[in-house]
Nanobody
């Protein structure tokens, strides 16, 4: 079983940056794709970025050019660098492990609040 713990959220002004971390324990994540998601109040959870086990990336259109997902398998960590933040990026951010049947091992989330 994999346990994921997110951190790095906080309150930031529009235009600012944050770097989220997702640390895995219990089992190696090196062979798994990993994803970052977010859920804003009253909205459905949406995928923000995904990174393959080998480092390939893809992003939601809303964050392309502003967010960067990366990983270090030796450290069992996945990061989400968020630049040029906008108020609409305000949400709880989660990381999860990708499996054939979908994502699992959700963390508890970290709150990101962007003030205008």
């Amino acid at each position: 079983q994999v346990q994921l713990v997110e951190s790095g959220g906080g309150l930031v002004q529009a235009g600012g940056s944050l770097r989220l971390s997702c640390v895995a324990s219990g089992r190696s994540i090196s062979i798994y794709d990993m994803g970052w998601f977010r859920q804003a109040p009253g909205k459905e959870r949406e995928v923000v970025a995904r990174i393959t086990w080998s480092g390939g990336t893809n992003y939601a259109d809303s964050v392309k050019g502003r967010f960067t997902i990366s990983r270090d398998n030796a450290k069992s960590t996945v990061w989400l660098q968020m630049n040029s933040l906008k108020p609409e990026d305000t949400a709880v951010y989660y990381c999860a492990r990708a499996r054939a049947e979908g994502y699992d091992s959700w963390g508890q989330g970290t709150q990101v609040t962007v003030s205008s």
